[in-house]
């Protein structure tokens, strides 16, 4: 017990956040971390180890010689790795590490062909495939969705994403150029509005599980579910919205030059590269916009729910807070 005095502070609590997660900030400390896209490149075993030492840890058995240093990255990996809710092993393109490789080869393929029809309609399915992916995997698991509700979900986001693009790229075939070039991002901003909305319909249908300041659960919400949701659209939005519409500016200014149009088979490339800057940055400020554990004043809640609360609590409850997902 002596050497675990001296690496691991009396108290240590391996759940308890790092950064103040009230403030933007703490909020982003805690994203870098956890979607810090190195981390893909963990092997299996390493992960599985991770999530043995976290758990032990919770069960206060830290093995002995353990460094807060390592508990720390063992959690960093465990983050990354593991859904919140179910403890589950993610698939790795559906974690939000994985969203700046996977994420900057898309966006950057999606900005570079945008010229005609067929690689519009091509790189927008892989883009809501890829959605679907990561929406199903960062769902809130207290609420299952059907098989069947996942391929609705799917067709109906691809059809959006799709519907957008090629009815804008179309209009835009007589407007500025630079205007052609931000129809990716508008078939993106269209598509997450039903892409998210609808793996998550179980959730609006029946409503989240809402909880006191102490985790003491209060019942079930719709209202909770559908403000949650719309941060997560939101959140999403912003994440494509600087790399896909400052990019396609940057490229409209390069492609004048000369010894750019000497290289354009570099184009592609380069603007794959620059979405991974752009994106590294903005998954973890995207994620960060909203608290991961969102509130709802008392008044906001249905009558029933309402009701029932104040009948059992009084007024000593007057706000409720449930998990929004990612």
Not at 53 to 62: D, I, K, P, S, T
Not at 137 to 162: F, K
């Amino acid at each position: 017990t002596h050497t675990k005095m001296a690496t691991i502070p009396l108290g240590f609590n391996i759940d308890s956040p790092r950064w103040d997660q009230s403030t933007f900030v703490g909020r982003l400390k805690h994203f870098l971390n956890i979607t810090d896209p190195r981390t893909v490149l963990v092997p299996e075993e390493e992960l599985d180890r991770a999530k043995a030492l976290v758990e032990g840890c919770r069960a206060g058995a830290v093995p002995p010689g353990s460094s807060q240093e390592q508990l720390l990255y063992a959690k960093k990996l465990y983050d990354s790795a593991f859904h919140p809710d179910s403890g589950e092993k993610m698939n790795f393109i559906g974690r939000m590490s994985f969203q700046v490789p996977g994420g900057m080869a898309i966006t950057g393929c999606m900005l570079q062909f945008y010229r005609t029809v067929p690689a519009v309609v091509f790189w927008q399915w892989v883009n809501q495939s890829f959605n679907a992916f990561v929406n199903y995997t960062n769902r809130n698991a207290a609420s299952p969705i059907s098989l069947r509700q996942i391929g609705v979900a799917y067709v109906t986001a691809t059809g959006a994403a799709l519907a957008t693009a090629v009815g804008l790229n179309l209009y835009t075939k007589r407007a500025p150029p630079l205007l052609a070039r931000w129809v990716p991002f508008a078939a993106v901003a269209a598509a997450n509005c039903v892409n998210i909305p609808m793996m998550r319909q179980q959730e609006i249908i029946n409503g989240i599980t809402v909880t006191d300041e102490n985790n003491n659960e209060l019942g079930h919400s719709r209202r909770a579910a559908v403000k949650g949701i719309a941060q997560v659209v939101l959140s999403r939005i912003t994440m494509a919205a600087p790399g896909m519409i400052i990019l396609p500016i940057i490229m409209e200014r390069l492609e004048k030059f000369t010894f750019m149009q000497r290289i354009r088979v570099l184009h592609g490339p380069l603007q794959v590269l620059l979405c991974g800057g752009f994106l590294l940055f903005m998954v973890p400020a995207a994620c960060a916009l909203f608290p991961q554990r969102c509130s709802l004043a008392l008044a906001d809640l249905e009558q029933e729910l309402h009701d029932s609360i104040v009948a059992k609590h009084g007024d000593k409850v007057p706000y409720v807070y449930f998990n929004k997902g990612l």
